[in-house]
C-alpha cells in the first residue's frame, strides 16, 4: 500500500488508545438494557445542574465562533485558584494541553520521563513528536521518585508526574514532591497531572500551583472528573506565564468550544455539586474496601475516585464476564497490569450492582 511507504515512522510505534467501552455499545453488543459504566473515573452524579441550564441556554449561539482566548472562564478559574489568568492555558480536555507541552518543548531525541503504570497520554504525545519515553517502574505501584529522578540524563526535556496516579490511585507527599523538585535540573519541565486534586482530601497533599514560580512546572487539571463535565472537553493548565506564552502560540485559535467554556464556568460556581460528589466518592470508596476485602481481594487504598485491585484471575476475563453482567470496568491489562481491575467509584447502588457481579463473576470463573 502506498500510504505504508508514506507512514511516518514515530505513528507505527503508537499503540492506539483503549477508551472505556460506552454504554450504548455494550447495549448494542450484548443485548442487556441495565448497563453501568464504572471504567472511566467519570462523575456518577453526573454535571451540575446549573451548568446544564447553562450549556442550553447557550445553544442557539453555537453558530458563533468560541472566545478563543477563554476570556470567562480564565478570569473565573483565576479567582477560584489566586493566580493570574495570563498563567491558565485551557484546552480541548486536559489531554490536548499534554500535547501542546509536547509540540511546544519536546523533539526527536528528547528523553520523556514517566512512571510505569501511570496515564497513557503522556506516552502517546512524547511518542507522536518522536522523543524517547524513559518508563520507570518501581518496587512498589505508583512512582518511585528515587528511580525517576536517577533516570534523568542531559536529553532528558521532561518528567510527568501523576498526583493522584491513574491507574494505581496512589498519592505523593508535599515532602516528597519537594525533594524531587530539589533533585531535578534547570533543563528538565515538570509536568504534574492533578486530574483529580478534587477528591482528595489529606492535609499532605502538595498543590502543583505552588511551585509555578520555579518556571518549569506545569500543573495540569481537569473539568472531566469531579465537574462532571467530560463530555465538554474542558481541562487546563497552570504555570508561569512564558511556558504558558509558548503553549499558546501552538494551540489551534478555537480549541475550546463555545458551550464548553461557558459550561466549564457553571460548574465552578456550584461548589456545592463538587462538596456533594466528594461525599458520595469517599462512602462509595468505603463501601468498595470492604465489599472486595469481604471478597479475599486486595486492593491499593486510593486517592482519587476509582481504586485498583488485583484479581486471582486474567483481569481480561474477570472483565469479560463482568461486561456480560452489564457491568463495565477497566482491566489493567492495557497499562500492563494482566491482574489488576480498575474501578470506578460510583453511586451507592452503581457500587453494589457492581460487587454482586463481581461475586458472581468469581464464583463462575472457579467452577
Ligand atoms: C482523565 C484524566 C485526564 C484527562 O482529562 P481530560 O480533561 O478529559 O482530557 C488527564 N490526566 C489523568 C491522569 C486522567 O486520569
Redesign the pocket.
Known sequence: MVVDQLIRQEILGITPYVPGKPIEEVQRELGIEQVIKLAS?ENPLGPSAQAVQTAAEALSEVHLYPDGNCYLLKKALASHLEVEPEEIIVGN????VIKLVAEAFFQPGDEVIVADPT?G?YAYATQLIGARLVKVKGATLGHDLEKMAAAVTAQTKAIFI?NPN?PTGTMLNRVELEAFLDRIPRHVLVLI?Q??FEYVADPAYPNGIDYRGDGRVLT?R????IYGL?GF???YGVGDRALITYLNRVREPFNVNRIGQLAAVAALRDQEHVARSLEVNQRGKEQLYQGLTALGLTYLPSYANFILFATPYPARAVFQAMLRKGVIVRSADIFGLPRHIRVTIGTEQENERFLTALAAVLREIKE
Not at 93 to 96: S, Y
Not at 222 to 225: A, E, G
Request: aromatic share 14%; charged share 30%; glycine share 10%.
Open positions: 473515573n480536555g486536559c489531554d490536548e496515564f497520554e501523576c491513574n497531572d486530574a483529580y495540569l481537569t473539568f472531566s472528573k467530560a472537553r474542558v481541562g
